[in-house]
């Protein structure tokens, strides 16, 4: 059964607490995407990687970290220096160029972070 | 800026009736363009793409039309069921495959 997961489902932070959200692929796609989702806004995009042990800077990429050892795993923590980090985090794959045009993501079920 | 707007930002339809989602953009160059479909609490699911050189895309009952000239396209649900609640997401991508989108429109269907 392919997909990806995301673990957990609901995580809760306190403030200037490090949390890491894990995500997994068995689709074998070589690039994987981490998102952040805030009501009434569009997904914006945190950092993704197109190969193992290489990842660049999305659009919001500051208090954030990854890494990716595995073709499988993206992790992404949130540190302690993201101000606002209650959110949906999204993370998707993707096939490298995914085709010219064709470049579907498929995506997880989410993970949604609270700071109390 | 790559800019993908989507109106309206909810409605609510009865249980069979129909309805369109409308979505603009300034995306480009354009290389292509989804609509992805989110229900609450789940990650967004692709309902149809289409290029540059299509202009209408069908998936049972979920029909997109694409107006490559006006930037624009649209995402047309017919007669609608409880199931079709969600949020409607339209994904612009450029050619160098970055993607743009918009904040959705949450659609909710009453019995």
């Known amino acids: 059964d392919g997909g990806i997961t995301q673990s957990p489902k609901y995580l809760f932070r306190k403030e200037g607490q490090n949390v890491t959200l894990s995500c997994e692929q068995n689709?074998?796609?070589?690039?994987m995407y981490w998102y952040r989702q805030d009501p009434g806004q569009g997904l914006r995009l945190i950092y993704y990687?197109?190969?193992?042990?290489?990842?660049q800077k999305g659009d919001i990429a500051e208090g954030y970290s990854v890494s990716r050892e595995k073709k499988e795993s993206f992790p992404l923590t949130v540190t302690s220096a993201q101000k606002n980090p209650t959110a949906f985090y999204l993370c998707?794959?993707?096939?490298?160029?995914?085709?010219?045009?064709?470049?579907?993501?498929?995506f997880g079920p989410g993970t949604r972070l609270t700071v109390l | 800026k790559n800019q993908v707007e989507q109106s309206p930002q909810s409605l609510i339809i009865l249980e069979g009736k129909n309805c369109t989602l409308q979505c603009n953009y300034t995306v480009s160059p354009f290389s292509n363009l989804r609509w992805y479909k989110q229900d609450t609490g789940r990650g967004p699911v692709s309902l149809t793409i289409?290029?540059?050189?299509?202009n209408t895309k069908s998936n049972g009952r979920y029909t997109a039309t694409l107006d490559a000239d006006t930037k624009q396209s649209s995402l047309h649900i017919t007669a609608s069921q409880l199931s079709d609640s969600a949020s409607y997401i339209c994904v612009v991508t450029s050619n160098d495959y970055k993607l743009s989108f918009g904040a959705g429109t949450t659609v909710t269907v009453r019995a």
């Open positions: 998707a794959s993707s096939p490298v160029g995914g085709g010219r045009g064709y470049n579907e993501q498929f």
């Open positions: 990687s197109q190969i193992v042990n290489d990842f």
């Open positions: 689709l074998n796609h070589d690039a």
């Open positions: 289409m290029t540059f050189s299509e």
